[in-house]
């Protein structure tokens, strides 16, 4: 949708249309695919990844390689704290996994101060052991004073969350901290429905929006998400023109809100691309090189959907951020209501430390 807009209005510059290629992200291929669309095919840039195993691992390739990559959606921080510590190449224009972790612990200590006990459950796999890692960090860097009891970490792709939801049950937390997204979310919250778990229980899905369209009758009123950074079609924000244009063309396409944050990442990924490559131009009067490219993405900052993005001077990843709310069906779409917003500053790590080193000092 958002090629075909740029295309309609003459392309990059108004002069040089996107050509646009799709691939699968296939995890035991992702590796040769990488390195055949980088050396066989003249892509000027390669855009990708929702898994995070995927992202680290064509990380170092596109450095090996000297491609220009953004990651537009992967969330673990380990990409620019472990698998790519000196990026030249490589870019991401979402921030990374600690604006949701470290924000869920914000809101933890600040608006619900009640909270005594608190429980996991996250996805086995990098992005969801990412995440409790992080929260559990951020809850002891804060000092707040709770106590951890259950910690779960189901396969993804699980249909069955019986015995997660059982041990969390028994443990009876006043809190759940839960990264679930996909198949996988609408599974647990079913089940946990069906079984009482959020009868006494407050979970916070960082990232689970996408729910209020997958599955909105098994989303009761009052529970806290966050959406990855601000990306949300409904409640009251209206962030700007952008957001209202994205949102409405969104609908007309494709019948249905844009309430996953995957959506507004895409836009931020080809837009970030975009911007580099005319701020190169206006800079030099020549269309930009790879060198030029990657130059002009350091330092990029833009205005997206969802307000103001920018990449920090001397970082490769953009920063974010953290909002919540409590789901609320009182409107005519499901939304979020009570807002909390968390300044970018609070949940992004400096640009000289890694997260962990930032936690560590917090």
Known sequence: MVVDKINEAGGILGEREISLDEYDENTEEVAQLYRRLATQDDYDIIIGFVSSANALTVGPIAEELQQPTIIWDTGTTELFDDAVTDPQYLFRTCASSSTDAVGAALVLENALTDIETVAGVNQDYAYGRNNWNLFSQAVEAFDI???????????????????????????????????????????????????????????????????????????????????????????????????????????????????????????????????????????????????????????????????????????????????????DSSGENLALTDSIWIAKEQVNPPVEQTTEEWLGNI
């Open 145 to 327: 004073d709770v106590d951890i009891v259950e910690a779960r970490f189901p396969p993804f792709g699980n249909e069955d969350f019986s015995s997660t939801v059982s041990a969390l049950n028994d443990s009876n937390p006043d809190f759940i901290f839960s990264s679930l997204w996909g198949g996988d979310l609408v599974n647990f919250m079913t089940q946990a429905n069906d079984r009482g778990l959020f009868d006494d229980t407050l979970p916070c899905f960082s990232g689970g929006t996408h729910i209020f369209r997958d599955a909105p009758d098994q989303v009761p009123d009052g529970l806290l998400f966050g959406a990855r950074g601000p990306h949300v079609p409904y409640g009251g924000f209206g962030w700007n023109s952008l957001h209202d244009n994205f949102v409405s063309s969104f609908e007309s396409r494709y019948g249905e809100s844009p309430y996953a944050h995957g959506a507004f990442h895409a836009w931020q990924g080809i837009y970030a691309y975009v911007n580099a490559i005319e701020n190169a131009f206006n800079a030099s009067g020549v269309y930009p090189d790879n060198d030029a490219l990657v130059k002009s993405l350091e330092g990029l900052g833009f205005d997206t959907p969802s307000g103001f993005l920018n990449i920090p001077e001397g970082s490769h990843n953009a920063i974010e951020p953290s909002f919540w709310g409590l789901s």
